[in-house]
């Protein structure tokens, strides 16, 4: 089982829509998580990190669910420049080392 | 602010030739990390430092490859010598260390063809 598992997508959705992504991960131990963005031919950037209360970035919202081990990323009004790929990303429980997921691809159409 | 600076953006060799890859981290920011993505292996970490030290090689992929990091401001990777295989971005990145607590901050990456 991958450490970070993401549905890849793509996800299709209309300008204005709302949509989820999930991210599942294998070790209970985890305890920081973020979601990056990375467009096409990009550096992977920072969109938030994850909390356990969770949290929210104007239109973007993201929750914790330690019991169920997975995270997840909605997101409002999906805007053209939301396009891009989310990537789910955790902790190992020692050190430094973050575990990338393999990404999911959002392409938001007008 | 500076961000993670990397050079150059570009290469392109012939395998069996050297290739050094450059990384000046953020100011302050004491890990540092060299990831390798393409589209069938998605980023995959190859070698990590704290402090200047290397924590984790595990994921450097042989011996043809190597990294250094000389001081905080500068580390390097290194292939010798280059195979097709190894065509791929290669993003540096730092982040201040907090046992995993800190997100990372990536370069803009090297785009590595050898041919």
């Known amino acids: 089982r991958k450490e970070v598992e993401q549905d890849p997508g793509p996800f299709n959705v209309p300008e204005g829509a709302t949509v989820a992504f999930n991210c599942t991960y294998s070790?209970?131990?985890?305890?920081?998580f973020f979601w990056y963005r990375q467009d096409c031919r990009k550096e992977p950037k920072l969109l938030m990190s994850?909390?356990?209360s969770g949290n929210e970035d104007g239109r973007f919202t993201a929750q914790l669910n330690r019991a169920s081990q997975y995270i997840s990323l909605l997101i409002r009004d999906s805007k053209l420049s939301d396009s891009a790929t989310y990537l789910c990303?955790?902790?190992?429980?020692?050190?430094?080392?973050?575990?990338f997921g393999a990404g999911t691809i959002l392409r938001v159409k007008s | 602010d500076a961000g993670v600076i990397q050079s150059p953006r570009h290469e392109v060799t012939e395998m069996g030739q050297e290739v050094t890859l450059r990384c000046k981290p953020i100011?302050?920011?004491?890990?540092l990390f060299w990831y390798r993505q393409t589209m069938m292996r998605g980023l995959e970490l190859l070698i990590y430092?704290?402090?200047?030290?290397?924590?984790?090689d595990s994921g450097m992929p042989e011996d043809r490859f190597s990294a250094k990091m000389p001081n905080a401001s500068f580390s390097t990777l290194k292939i010798q010598p280059s195979e097709p295989r190894d065509s791929a971005v290669y993003f540096c990145?730092?982040?201040?260390?907090?046992?995993?607590?800190?997100?990372?901050?990536f370069g803009d990456g090297t785009r590595l063809s050898i041919l």
């Open positions: 430092f704290n402090n200047n030290v290397p924590i984790d």
């Open positions: 994850v909390y356990s």
């Open positions: 990145a730092s982040s201040l260390a907090g046992g995993g607590n800190q997100p990372q901050h």
């Open positions: 070790n209970s131990a985890s305890q920081s």
């Open positions: 100011s302050g920011h004491n890990s």
């Open positions: 990303v955790g902790n190992m429980e020692y050190g430094n080392k973050l575990v």
